[in-house]
Antibody
Framework: EVQLVESGGGLVKPGASLRLSCAAS????????MSWVRQVPGKGLEWVGLLRRRASGGTPEYAASVKGRFTISRDVSQNTLYLQMSSLKTEDTGVYYC???????????WGQGTPVTVSS | QSALTQPPSASGSPGQSVTISCTGTSSDIGGYKYVSWYQQHPGKAPKLMIYEVSERPSGVPDRISGSKSGNTASLTVSGLQAEDEADYYCSSYAGSNFVLFGGGTKLTVL
């Protein structure tokens, strides 16, 4: 069974950094396209970025709102996807989900999410 | 790029059908067949209900259906049940490794 478990969220001040983790089971993160998606409280969903599977180059793509500040990576030995967030802004507040991508940014398995609050 | 446009709310009585619309542009919904719909219950993660406009993942009942015409996609829930009460989000591939979501529609079963 495919399962994703996020962790690492918390309360940080503007300008701070935070690293989120997404532990995967039931598949190998190296073999899957994966994304981070966030949800602003009481609002909709926003795609944050993706990491291609190794066979497709293993490179990331990012939404314009986070490009240059966020970095997606993976650790195959831990079977874990990461989201390194820096220069955090108040508008980065939300619940962050990792998800597997069945193709064309269609997300078929989601974690339970980890909340991030950026506030002074 | 702006989010896709969904009505904030929709409702129906048990057993009835309800359709939720999702409007985009020729650069997203109108340009690709990669429209998806997600169901989200309070405090839970989104769940994929429809992909590629009208395809259902394994386990999603056939009373859930999707369609598209031009720049507008639609989700229809037939034979409404109490468990269908949730938020529904549409999404569309928008080219260049980018996806847009709708603002969400709260479906209430009366």
């Amino acid at each position: 069974e495919v399962q994703l478990v996020e962790s690492g969220g918390g309360l940080v001040k503007p300008g701070a950094s935070l690293r989120l983790s997404c532990a995967a089971s039931g598949f190998t993160v190296n073999d899957a396209w994966m994304s981070w998606v966030r949800q602003v409280p009481g609002k909709g969903l926003e795609w944050v970025g993706l990491l291609r599977r190794r066979a497709s180059g293993g490179t990331p793509e990012y939404a314009a709102s986070v490009k240059g500040r966020f970095t997606i990576s993976r650790d195959v030995s831990q079977n874990t996807l990461y989201l390194q967030m820096s220069s955090l802004k108040t508008e980065d507040t939300g619940v962050y989900y990792c998800a597997t991508d069945r193709g064309w940014l269609t997300f078929d398995c989601w974690g339970q999410g980890t909340p991030v609050t950026v506030s002074s | 790029q702006s989010a896709l446009t969904q009505p904030p709310s929709a409702s129906g009585s048990p057993g009835q059908s309800v359709t939720i619309s999702c409007t985009g542009t020729s650069s997203d919904i109108g340009g690709y067949k990669y429209v998806s719909w997600y169901q989200q219950h309070p405090g839970k993660a989104p769940k994929l209900m429809i992909y590629e406009v009208s395809e259902r993942p394994s386990g999603v009942p056939d009373r859930i259906s999707g369609s598209k015409s031009g720049n507008t996609a639609s989700l229809t829930v037939s034979g409404l049940q109490a468990e269908d009460e949730a938020d529904y989000y549409c999404s569309s591939y928008a080219g260049s490794n980018f996806v847009l979501f709708g603002g969400g529609t709260k479906l209430t079963v009366l």
